[in-house]
């Protein structure tokens, strides 16, 4: 099968001043027609650069650096014209934001910004686009869509804007989805209505997704594969199924272990020594190797390619090639 | 009533101004009918020069004999009609330019802040005064051209700096994940965005006006005699400011208390219109 969306050495950088933050260094990932891919990784990781980059949404003083490709159906993004970019955007990968709260405008009423998303890919008449938005509210569960179409932002509460927003990016069917966290914002309960809510909407438009989040909990439950990232790169690829039962870098090893888990019981969670470096200055070789209880010279040196681990995993470590080098 | 009317009324000197820009509207708006005399008859050049104020006359009577009051009345028409056509196009070139500068950012940006800066160096009543001398008999729809085209500076600059901090917010870039050009973006999420701070501007902006129109007037290049101006009812006061102070007292207390009226006005409405205070 061809990937839907093929992304080669995505590099995006922030230059300030004398100052380079590389937000993003040379992630490569495909994504499958369908499919839900989860893209993991700690605060400031590079999760919502690589997000925003593939839309190219990524503004001055951030640049994506020359060499990278964004092939969305053999096109590659980075090199589409202002317009055939505006018709990507939202008419065929739309995406959702952490914060609903501040992500609507508010001084516009839900039911007009819908409006808005239909009209800018689409001619259609001011009924029809009210027509249509208030049908998009009730997919996506709001009651009364009619009334609610016509109210503003913060008479909604945060799981509602959330699902305006849902709303807002499928309106034109688009064929990928970048969820960036969207439950982070909303507590537990609401959480789960909006995954379910997801998912179904996923099944039922064929889309694929991305789906960025830091909670290995959530992203177990929704992806079918999963995409760790640490210091701007992918370190790790696999399965859901085969991350879960056989992380091979030891970031994602220490992920899974920070993660409270209900059938173990534990009087401490375990948490990751250090704090990830500065995107300004990342260490040579590989980039967790300040924090990684494995690390020996090598590690300092040379950063491996993701190396294979058939059947469906991949992983950025020496230790796929020398695993007698793991310490007990 | 809905909040922002609580928070507008809440403050007295507010309420102030909008009393005293309500009278003024209205006065103005309703003058043909309010004015005891024509504003322009000489009522009575043999004994009826320079009379003092009485009940006959409120204000009294200038050199030809002219009902004061009538005449202060009829110059708020003027003046309120001046403001606030010039304002309107000031505003419009204002945040036409300031949304351009912002949204495009880069070399548009650089250039017309520039432009502006170079405007500002300008003292403008001297641009005013040479326009004004070289283009003789501009008359009313002249002058509020020129006021308009001289004052859209601070309006731009205001728009653009908004522009640029809206530009940060989450909801613009994700208004722009979903595909929308910048026209629609400018119009349909920006310019809501900028009312309030547009209108405060626009409030603020017609009392500089009335300013800069009565300055002008009392200069003799504004509006021309024998139609009524506060400024040039001042101007042909001044000489008997000794004798008769009345001429020019009145229409001076009218230019006070509609700028303060404005002022007061457009203050209250900012702070009830801006988000950070609430």
Known sequence: MNPLLKVRDLRTTFTIGDSVARAVDGASFDLFPGETLGLVGESGCGKTVMALSILRLIEDPGEIVAGSVIEYEGANLLELSPREL???????????FQEPTTSLNPVLTVGAQIAETLRAHEEISREEARHRSVGLLDLVGIPDPDERASQYPHQLSGGMQQRVMIAMALSCEPKILIADEPTTALDVTIQAQILELLAALQRQ????????????GVVAGIADRIAVMYGGQIIEEATTKSLFRRA???????????????????????????????????????????????????????????????????????LVVEPHRRRA | MSRFTQRLLARRRTVLGLVLVSVLCVAAALAPWLVPYDPT????????????????????????????????????RISLT?????????????????LIAGLAGGAVDTVLMRLVDAALAIPRVFLLIVVLALWEGVGLWGLILILGLTSWIDASRIVRGEVLSLKTRDFVTAARATGIGARRLAWSH????????????????????ILTEAALSYLGIGVKPPMPSWGSIIAEGQQTLGSAP????FPGIAIVVTVVGFGLLGDGLRDALDPRTR
């Open chain 1, 86 to 96: 505006r018709r990507i955007r939202g008419g065929e990968i739309a995406m959702i």
């Open chain 1, 205 to 216: 438009l064929g889309m694929a997704m991305i789906f960025i989040t830091h909670d290995l």
């Open chain 1, 248 to 318: 091979a870098h030891p970031y994602t090893e220490a992920l899974l272990q920070a993660a409270p888990r209900i059938d173990a019981k534990a009087d401490r969670l375990s948490v990751i020594p250090g704090a990830v470096p500065p995107a300004t200055a990342w260490p040579a070789g590989c980039r967790f190797h300040p924090r990684c209880p494995h690390a020996w010279e090598h590690c300092s040196g040379a950063v491996p390619d993701l190396l294979p681990l058939p059947p469906e995993h991949r992983a950025r470590c020496w």
């Open chain 2, 41 to 76: 008859a000489q009522l009575d050049l043999a004994g009826g020069q320079y009379l003092d104020p009485s009940v006959a006359h409120p204000f009294g009577t200038d050199f030809y004999s002219r009902d004061l009051f009538s005449r202060v009345l009829y110059g708020s």
């Open chain 2, 82 to 98: 001046v403001a606030f056509l010039s304002v309107l196009l000031s505003v419009t070139i204002g945040t036409a330019v300031g």
């Open chain 2, 190 to 209: 920006l310019l809501p965005n900028l009312a309030a701070p547009i209108i405060v501007t626009a409030t603020l902006g017609i009392g500089q006006i």
């Open chain 2, 246 to 249: 009345w001429v020019a007292t």
